[in-house]
């Protein structure tokens, strides 16, 4: 499961918005809205995108998106 208070609060830290960050990600913003709000969940190209818009390092990656437990 998604670690989405990681994934928000990492989201934050570039003061882009979410809209920004969805576009650089290649996502539509709606995708990514559901995507927090539990509504399916992130393929591996989304994390790779996202990953990289967001220069998140691998233990964090791991810790937001390989999260066992539910947030």
Not at 49 to 65: A, M, Q, Y
Request: glycine share 6%.
């Amino acid at each position: 499961m998604t670690n989405t208070e990681l994934l928000v609060e990492k989201m934050e830290e570039t003061g882009m918005t979410m809209t920004a960050i969805a576009k650089k990600a290649g996502m539509e913003r709606t995708t990514l809205y559901n995507r927090l709000k539990g509504k399916g969940e992130f393929t591996a190209s989304e994390i790779v995108r996202l990953s990289t818009v967001l220069r998140l390092n691998k233990p964090d990656r791991d810790k937001i998106f390989l999260s066992s437990s539910v947030n």
